[in-house]
């Protein structure tokens, strides 16, 4: 293994794991609205990294949307494997709102346990 896919698993794997906890915090949550669009969002990897897995010598910065965050594919028969994995800035935004406790909108979170 090089650095490139040792760099590259973590990431992925970080990217799957963020997202699947967010639709699972998503669907348990009682007071999110629009939780279908939520969990589509959810899904959505932004920014994120790129490798040729066939030959690793490279790593790459990728901009733009992708479904789902991590995708693996071959180009043709006997070509290259690709991989991509997008970072889920959506399902950040899903755990921020579900874990914030309610009604705690301009309080510092010191504040949130002197109720």
């Known amino acids: 293994m090089t650095i490139y896919q ?5 990431f992925a794997l970080a990217s799957i794991g963020l997202s ?3 639709i699972v915090a998503i669907v348990r949550s009682k007071t999110l609205r629009w ?3 939520w969990i589509v969002g959810s899904l959505l990897g932004t920014g994120g ?3 040729n897995w066939s030959q690793p010598d490279d790593i ?10 991590l995708m693996v594919f071959k ?3 006997l070509g290259p494997v690709l991989a991509k994995a997008g970072f889920p800035v959506i399902a950040m935004i899903a755990l921020g709102k579900v874990h914030m406790p309610s009604g ?3 309080r510092s979170p010191d504040e949130w346990t002197a109720e």
């Open 75 to 77: 180009v043709l028969p």
């Open 60 to 69: 790459i910065l990728l901009l733009g949307l992708m479904v789902p965050p």
């Open 104 to 106: 705690t909108s301009g």
């Open 6 to 10: 040792l760099i590259f698993i973590p």
């Open 49 to 51: 990294l790129g490798i």
């Open 20 to 22: 699947g906890w967010a």
């Open 35 to 37: 939780k279908p669009a």
